[in-house]
């Protein structure tokens, strides 16, 4: 099916999309698309949701009638993961586990800023924090959902079951108990998405049942029952109920710096009664996540005026529509912060926000209309990681950001020169074989239903004449 004003490739006026035949213009008037890209501009802190809106159920109320009935099992947070509680939206109180902790790793963190995780990982080495770097789990397959739409519940469901069943039995293969570790997400797109799946699956029975048929031929169900974690948590909430522990650790003074915060619409969007918020952190009136932690540790955080808008990924025009991502992300991120906020370093708390407002500043050069701007971009950990002593290259890894960092390593008195000397002596031995682990490796496993180990030889090297 096709309109009159389709374009065809080697014809005139083609043009590409990035998606297949079968899409086309929908010829939004301009008050049909404002209304239809409105969620972009969305603001969300405490006065305008508490304002003439009315509140939301708190899923976990069913959730518990549904285990109280026999329907499903809960991964409990006990004692023993020793939570710490904090304040949602609504005043709800949400348990942050601090310990024994099932790390869901990000694969954009992973495959595109590596020190995103490794500053995570090095915090916890630090503070001396029990963790499963687990190496049975898949990706969310969220942006799948987001990006292309040929997703849907029951996958994504299933997914999410299963990495949080993994999550729940990983111990055993280390002769400890079921629900030992408790899981906590890297990934914002992850985070947002298990939340609202987790919703579904709740107020739904056939949703319900027919994952449970998937998940029984997995070998993933707990008593023949779905197991549904009792928090969904994110990093970001670790490191806000942590933040006066890590200050303890703290070797770099940070009141010079000048930083803004871009919240991440998966985290505080999606799900927004599930978001910390706290009376300590901006009076309250904002997600309390990455703020609380860069205040506590002394930095300055700059108020701007676009402080609510999505970095402009949005994940389906990140692959068909980038150009709008990267002068979104420039014009409405990037360049306010710089201009306005005169901002030394945006922090974020979500893989993909990091990604679009560190990598695509070069947009900014291009055309000749403008002035180009350029940013400092870490993720919350990063620059905790930073400040407490950590290496800006083998750690921190800021060799995989393209926006610059060598300014704000020197306001912090980090001679980064030096360091990066250090850090290519360190590449030319790990070149020749020696061996670095960042922890124990009998941390990093792989275990699960089905799996069968397979013997590693290593190979032995030939006496030397």
Request: proline share 5%; with cysteine; hydrophobic share 35%.
């Amino acid at each position: 099916m096709t309109t009159d004003n389709d374009t065809r490739p080697g014809q005139p006026g083609e043009k590409f999309t990035g998606h297949g035949s079968e899409w086309r213009p929908s010829n939004l008037s301009p008050t049909e698309a404002q209304r239809a890209t409105a969620w972009v501009e969305q603001k969300i802190d405490r006065r305008s949701m508490l304002t003439n809106k009315d509140r939301v159920a708190d899923v976990r109320d069913e959730m518990w009638q549904l285990e109280k009935d026999g329907q499903i099992v809960v991964h409990r947070i006990t004692d023993q993961h020793k939570p710490i509680d904090a304040k949602t939206l609504y005043g709800w109180t949400k348990r942050i586990p601090t310990t024994q902790l099932w790390h869901h790793k990000s694969c954009g963190q992973c495959g595109n800023i590596p020190g995103y995780p490794v500053s995570l990982l090095w915090l916890m080495n630090k503070m001396d924090i029990k963790y499963l770097d687990e190496t049975d789990q898949t990706s969310c397959t969220a942006w799948n959902y987001h990006g292309s739409g040929i997703g849907n519940l029951e996958s994504l469901a299933a997914v999410f079951l299963r990495n949080f069943h993994q999550a729940y039995v990983a111990a055993k293969s280390q002769g400890l108990p079921e629900g030992y570790y408790y899981p906590l997400v890297h990934c914002g797109t992850s985070f947002g998405n298990y939340k609202e799946v987790r919703g579904y699956l709740i107020h739904s029975a056939t949703l319900r049942e027919n994952v449970t048929k998937i998940l029984g031929k997995l070998g993933r169900l707990v008593d023949g029952k779905l197991l549904i974690p009792e928090e969904v948590v994110h990093y970001s909430e670790w490191l806000h109920v942590m933040r006066h522990e890590i200050k303890k650790h703290q070797e770099i003074d940070a009141s010079h710096v000048r930083a803004t915060i871009h919240p991440a619409c998966h985290v505080y969007k999606m799900v927004p009664e599930d978001a910390i918020y706290d009376e300590t952190v901006l009076d309250g009136n904002r997600v309390a996540v990455s703020t609380g932690l860069v205040q506590a540790l002394g930095a300055q955080v700059i108020d701007y005026k676009t402080w609510y808008d999505c970095c402009g990924f949005g994940f389906r025009h990140i692959i068909s529509e980038r150009e709008f991502t990267r002068s979104f992300a420039i014009d409405r991120k990037i360049r306010v912060a710089v201009e306005e906020a005169k901002s030394d370093v945006m922090i974020g708390h979500d893989t993909g926000c990091i990604t679009t407002l560190d990598k695509n500043q070069w947009i900014s050069k291009a055309g000749g209309e403008g002035k180009a701007v350029e940013l400092p971009v870490l993720a919350d950990c990063q620059l905790a990681a930073l400040l407490c002593g950590a290496d800006p290259y083998k750690i921190v890894q800021t060799h995989w950001h393209a926006s610059p960092i060598e300014k704000l390593l020197e306001k912090l008195g980090i001679d980064w020169q030096a360091k990066k000397v250090e850090f290519e002596t360190y590449l030319e031995k790990i070149q020749t074989g020696a061996a670095d682990q960042l922890y124990d490796p009998r941390l990093r496993i792989t275990s699960g239903p089905g799996f069968k180990p397979v013997k590693r030889e290593v190979p032995v090297p030939p006496p030397q004449e």
